[in-house]
């Protein structure tokens, strides 16, 4: 902010007594900071999102238990990451931030961005993908567009945290490259691109340390390296210790501790255990923040303009279902035909996962409503099967025997199958991948009185499709919010062209997916033992058949592409291009998706990394060269010798197409590396010394002559091994006992000082 306004807040900050400053950094209630009227600070509320605005009134609660005012309910981010669009996703953040204005509400709380490790995780429809680029990507878009209209966002759940069981107390154990390449990329894109005006840590210790009280996590990295400005809150209740949090970079708990904690800061600071300077910063980021708030109040003054808003979440579901298979052109549907539809969820819409993000809809479709309205031949609907809890066997046969029938006289069944609201949910985690038995044995039924079925999927996570070779056709409908009912029509019927894509892959089986040995841990600690190797990196460096791979998602039309080339540009970056031809007789959307890799890297690597993507839409018959920017940072690498990011220079593959496992076009392109210098010690081998710019031709020659001398140990080795290649890996420092004479401990000090010696 200008240097005005920080003296503003340094002088509000001086203005304030002890108990004041620390009163700023809780909470008044559930969703309120607390003013000090004296000085003109007021109080402003925050409240859940991030796919809707659910300001509850009265005390209010953090799991959805409590109404709340009616808002738009858009697509969760399970549904809105596929569509791999960073236009829409600024539109949808603009509508929020609209609706997040006209309520008076300060900051809405998202969007959560956590990886979806394993797909047992219950809040994995809060999170966009299982890659963190295409997380960092949207979650940036995202913010950009709530903050645009003079509301804040919370960026969550900073950090690693990746499943619910536990979630309050468990360490996730993450080696430091895994931990910066997956599960913190996305966090620093977001930081970087879009400045939020807080970040909400997570309720998980990370390698031991809570969250709340890490100032490696909420300092060093998140300030100090990416330059993140705005405020650090706590997740609702996250807290452990206050006095500890608080210097670690933790500016505001959450919810009120009704005075407790406040306390303590105060007896703290009197006892000289907590620096009386760090709560000032505190302070000062809540003040701050208090100020951006007050001036964007009013910026959206209102009406809500509710039929605009339910128009865009129908256009934003309709961009969100993913079409997964469609055998024999089965689809679109011709809305002429005699339709049956079948399942529950056709007439109760599961729309939204259940927990903090709970909106209350201001309108809400069903599918069979939509259906019928767009269709002009005869739609019969059976639901088939019920979604409570308990069912007798005898009501579940008579439902299964009705759908039987209604499937029988049509010509399509439209068979709606998913996860229960209970089966998913904020607070714990899944057990299975699996459908209910009960639908897969509608299904079955079904199939057999009629093969001509296009199933239709609601769920929040990814779920087991043991069907997909018996069924002509899935649509991937994730949760689609209040308008989901609308879009799934507008795509069965092709007024929408499909053009979503899975940011996360579908296993065959749970016992396939990358952490499954290592989830959800035990006895307080989570080792993340998959280490770089989450979704599709897994199944690609293992060679494992999938039921459907990270990137794909099919078209009624379809797309070539020719020409892919790379370069790299004046930046750094680089710029790959490729030729896209719409092929098909409709006009259609493609998401272009650029991977890349190093042959013969130096470090271990996944088979392919998504770096870059662009949704181009192509009417039918149209070719256009589409460029995709890779930015330099991306192609980095953690390197734990370090302790920070290069690039390694190289020949690398670039890979352009249409799912990581459906590679169109390809180029090469020269990277040159980052210059590196890897301090030495006596541990440091003789490979490293060599290599090393400034005394490794030294140490060549060295060893060269020192070679020249042993030929008569050559002479014994077996034919093929290579005395010079065993002892690459010999530490330097034990040199000494093996060459006699001719190297002492004081020449391998001194070379090691020459070689770490700062440069002129």
């Known amino acids: 902010m200008p240097d005005n306004d920080n003296a503003a807040v340094e002088a509000t900050v001086a203005d304030l007594t002890l108990e004041e400053k620390a009163s700023l950094t809780s909470g008044l209630n559930f969703w309120h900071t607390k003013p000090v009227e004296r000085v003109g600070i007021a109080s402003i509320m925050v409240t859940d999102g991030p796919h809707g605005l659910r300001k509850q009134g009265g005390t209010g609660d953090h799991l959805g238990l409590g109404s709340s005012v009616p808002a738009t309910c858009f697509p969760p981010a399970v549904g809105l990451g596929s569509s791999w669009d960073v236009e829409l996703l600024d539109r949808v953040g603009q509508a929020l931030g609209a609706e997040t204005s006209i309520e008076d509400v300060a900051v809405l709380l998202g969007p959560g961005i956590n990886i979806k490790r394993s797909p047992l995780c219950g809040r994995n429809f809060e999170y966009f993908s299982e890659d963190p680029l295409i997380s960092g990507v949207l979650g940036a878009a995202f913010v950009k567009g709530v903050q645009s209209q003079g509301v804040g966002t919370s960026l969550k759940h900073f950090a690693a945290n990746n499943q619910e069981t536990d979630r309050m107390r468990a360490s996730s154990d993450i080696d430091p490259r895994p931990l910066r390449e997956i599960y913190l990329r996305g966090f620093e894109r977001v930081v970087r691109d879009a400045q939020p005006w807080t970040v909400m840590c997570s309720y998980n210790k990370i390698n031991g340390v809570y969250a709340s009280e890490d100032p490696w996590l909420l300092t060093r990295v998140l300030r100090d390296e990416w330059g993140f400005e705005g405020l650090v809150v706590s997740d609702w209740g996250a807290v452990n210790e206050r006095v500890k949090g608080l210097p670690a970079g933790l500016d505001l708990e959450m919810p009120s501790s009704n005075g407790r904690t406040d306390a303590e800061l105060v007896a703290a600071v009197r006892s000289g255990e907590l620096d009386e300077s760090a709560l000032d910063v505190a302070a000062g980021r809540v003040i701050d923040l208090v100020r951006k708030a007050r001036a964007g109040a009013g910026t959206v003054a209102g009406p809500l303009d509710v039929d605009a ?10 961009r969100s279902i993913v079409l997964l298979k469609n055998e024999g052109g089965i689809l679109p549907l011709a809305k ?50 019920s979604l409570a809890a308990e069912v007798e066997e005898a009501e579940e046969v008579r439902l299964r025997d009705e759908a039987v029938a209604v499937a029988s006289a049509a010509e399509v069944v439209v068979l709606f199958l998913g996860l229960p609201a209970r089966l998913e949910s904020e607070g714990y985690d899944r057990d299975d991948i699996d459908l209910p038995a009960e639908q897969l044995a509608v299904l079955d039924a079904v199939l ?77 600690h989570v080792r993340y033992g998959e280490g770089l190797f989450v979704g599709y990196r897994w199944y690609d460096a293992r060679n494992l058949e999938v039921a459907y791979p990270f990137g794909h998602g099919l078209s009624y039309t379809t797309f070539l592409y020719t020409d892919a080339a790379a370069r790299v540009t004046e930046t750094g970056d680089l710029e790959v291009t490729v030729t896209v031809t719409n092929t098909g007789q409709r006009d259609g959307r493609e998401i272009v998706q650029v991977y890349t890799s190093l042959p013969g890297s130096a470090v271990q690597r996944p088979v392919r990394e998504l770096k870059g993507f662009v949704s181009v839409a192509l009417a039918a018959g149209e070719s256009r060269e589409v460029a995709v920017a890779v930015r330099r940072a991306d192609l980095a690498y953690w390197d734990i010798r370090l302790d920070g990011w290069g690039v390694e220079g190289g020949e690398y593959a670039v890979e352009v197409g249409a799912s990581s496992r459906d590679i169109r076009s390809s180029a090469t392109v020269t990277v040159e590396g980052d210059p590196v210098a890897v301090p030495l010690s006596r541990e440091s081998s003789l490979g490293e010394v060599i290599a090393h710019p400034v005394v490794g031709h030294m140490v060549q020659a060295a060893i060269q002559q020192m070679m020249a001398g042993m030929d008569d140990l050559e002479s014994v080795m077996p034919e093929g091994v290579s005395m010079d290649k065993m002892m690459m890996s010999f530490p330097i420092g034990r040199m000494s006992m093996m060459a006699g004479d001719q190297v002492s401990p004081e020449m391998i000090d001194g070379l090691i000082a020459m070689a770490n010696a700062p440069q002129q």
């Open 309 to 318: 808003h339910h128009a865009l979440a129908r256009e934003a579901a309709g």
């Open 336 to 385: 002429d035909a005699n339709l049956a539809v079948i399942g529950a969820f056709a007439e109760k819409p599961r729309y939204q996962g259940a927990g903090s993000s709970l909106i209350n809809p201001t309108r809400l479709d069903t599918a069979i409503e939509q259906i019928r309205a767009l269709a002009t031949g005869d739609v019969a609907y059976a639901p088939g099967f």
């Open 448 to 524: 057999a009185a009629n093969p001509n079925v296009v199933v239709v999927l609601s769920n929040g996570g990814v779920v087991a499709l043991p069907f997909a070779n018996e069924v002509p056709a899935i649509l991937e409908g994730w949760l689609l919010g209040q308008a989901g009912g609308g879009a799934t029509a507008d795509v069965l019927f092709g007024d929408v062209n499909p053009s979503a894509k899975l940011t996360e892959t579908i296993p065959l089986r749970l016992s396939d997916t990358p952490a499954y040995l290592d989830f959800p841990g035990e006895f307080g």
